[in-house]
């Protein structure tokens, strides 16, 4: 059961995810009017919550919707769902955790200020498993990526039909994944995934100014794993011409760690994971476990 029950907390009431709880009326059903974040466990702790919450607040500020909950109300709903999955499951491994909050419900109608009062609801369950093969990506040939001015992808929203449509057209491709171009040609992100890749001994990735969401692994990976392990960053303006100079690729998120990339549409890494990535991932893993050594308090 644990591997396909999905535990819900909706505005505080627990129930199984498949049992009807979202009104018809709600804005995050009729018109993805919701910001939504994603946690996961390694060795039990709720991994980056402070980082994941300031996210959530900024998503919700770009938006003009109100939070109704705080980071310590949050923590305690989280693990009250946590603690129903255990319980219904018997599972015991690291769980994925998705909040979502919406504006709430009303008349129907595009004006914000039809809802009545912002609804969230949590889902737990199992966390997924490491990505066992290295992914195969394809660049989406009618579809590009949000522009700031438009959709910011960097608002973590409810509305991820670009992503979708994009995954769709590398499916259909034979990839696992599609890796958007902004408006100007340049790389930028998976659909749900930061993109790395590997030019000597330095990491070079999209510059958020580009178009892509300031993902929290990516954040760390940059900035506290990578200068442990002895690598450089730099984050720059990529265009696709530019895949054959690098010898790796990888994509970062929370629910994949560091995965390995083994092409891009014609460009082939056919030894992935490369040895840098796997400098890469053996210094996260010994990051992260060092976090949940040190924030016991997250434990759920």
Known sequence: MALSYIQANSNGRLHPADE????????????????????????????A??????????????LHLA????PASCREEIARTAAAFRTRTGESGELYVRLQVTRGAGPIGLDPGLADRPDWTLLVQRAPAPVS??????????????????????WKTGNYLNNLLGVGEARRRGAADALFLNQAGHLTEVSAASLVVVEGTRLVTPRLEDGLLAGITRALLLTQVAPAVGL???????????????????????????????????????????????????????WVGGYARQNPGLRV
């Open 49 to 62: 919550f402070a980082e994941h919450w300031a996210r959530l607040e900024r998503s919700a500020s770009a």
């Open 232 to 286: 450089a960053v730099e984050e720059r303006s990529i265009l696709p011409s530019e895949l054959d100079r690098f010898s790796e690729a990888m994509v970062l998120s929370t629910t994949k760690d560091v995965a390995p990339v083994a092409s891009i549409d014609g460009h082939e890494w056919p030894e992935a994971p490369g040895p840098v990535t796997r400098r890469l991932i053996a210094g996260w893993q010994e």
């Open 133 to 154: 093969r290295a992914l195969r990506l394809a660049i989406p040939l009618g579809l590009r990526r949000n522009p700031a001015d438009c959709l910011n992808p960097a």
């Open 20 to 47: 009807p709880a979202v009104p018809p009326l709600n804005r995050g059903y009729l018109y993805g009017d919701a910001v939504y974040e994603v946690w996961r466990t390694h060795a039990g702790v709720l991994f």
């Open 67 to 70: 939070l109704p909950l705080t």
